[in-house]
């Protein structure tokens, strides 16, 4: 049997990314880190195919970024700035639309090998183990934006999502609401569903709120979804004076389905969004929402894919627009 990338990688302790770097001469590690895995090297008798190594040695200067919806604002956003510090460093990038549901992911794969790119960005979406080992025998280094690997050897760039939701919640607790409407996307989603459900949950109860689950709807972070859970909670007639919705578009879709039924925002119904795309600007009226910075997390995702570096967690902010109003003690 023989020795490969990933056998050096686990004598060593550090990720095959890194022995890929040490291996091709590239930046990012210490030299107390190269040494461990040179040695490593030897003892094992590793010897990386001298074709893939002069591959790797005529630089593309090309970066595949992989993303399950191209066409979303909140991936327009990343994308520039991904594509920003690209330019900066004189790079291209390769944008792979994966499908909501990555069906399309082992393709791209093939075709990120085949033109040699120099490391791959993986935004947004669940990032499952078999697909950290697929990347693995590339022996591409990997970073992932927006979302994070289960394997803590990966580096990540991402907001921590249940302290942001739980300060999203927090602000509308402390603009004196008590009955808060939550539209997640999903308890199945481990990167962004359950944690800002949890930080919902979590702020509640911080403020000594009961949690009610007749105010509480799932769907999948769109447009459509956030209209149609927020109308089944107004026909039903749900008591609430504001909604926290887990995505700015499913945070104009509920500013819709409250305009064609009457309700008005802010005065009647307090909205706020998560993440400050284009769309909390565009909505009418303008979006309050949690932002996620996700033009500088794309940018700083970029600059440590290619020259190394630890996990970031990015900080969010709550951006005040017109959808969130002040309930007045009596």
Known sequence: MSITIKDVARKTGVSIATVSRIVNNQSGYSEQTRKKVIMAIEDLGYSPNALARGLVGQATRTVGVLLPNVSSLFAGKLLEGIEAAA??????????????????????????????VEGILYASGDFPKDLGEKIDGLGLPV???????????????????????????????????????????GLSDPVAGK??????????????????????RFGDFRFESG???????????????????????????????????????PEELSVLGYDNTLAAEMALPPLT????????????????LINGGGSLTAKHAIIERQTVRQIEEE
């Open 143 to 185: 970073v992932t934006v927006a979302t994070r690997s289960h394997e803590e050897t990966i580096p990540y760039v991402k907001v921590d999502d249940q302290t942001a939701a739980f300060d999203g919640t927090s602000c509308l607790i402390e603009k004196g609401h008590r009955s808060i409407a939550f539209l997640g996307g």
């Open 195 to 216: 944690p800002r459900f949890d930080g919902y949950l979590d702020a509640l109860k911080a403020h000594g709120i009961p949690r009610q689950d007749s105010l509480v």
């Open 289 to 304: 929402t949690v932002e996620q910075p996700l033009h500088a997390m794309g940018e700083q995702a970029f600059r440590t």
């Open 87 to 116: 330019q900066s460093e004189g790079y291209s990038i390769v944008v792979c639309n994966t499908g909501s549901e990555g069906e399309r992911t082992d393709d791209y794969l093939t075709i990120l090998k085949q033109k040699r």
């Open 227 to 265: 209209k149609r859970e927020t109308g089944r909670l107004l026909d039903e007639g749900a008591a609430f004076t504001a909604l926290f919705a887990s995505s700015d578009e499913m945070a104009v879709g509920a500013l819709h389905a409250a305009r064609e039924r009457g309700v008005r925002v």
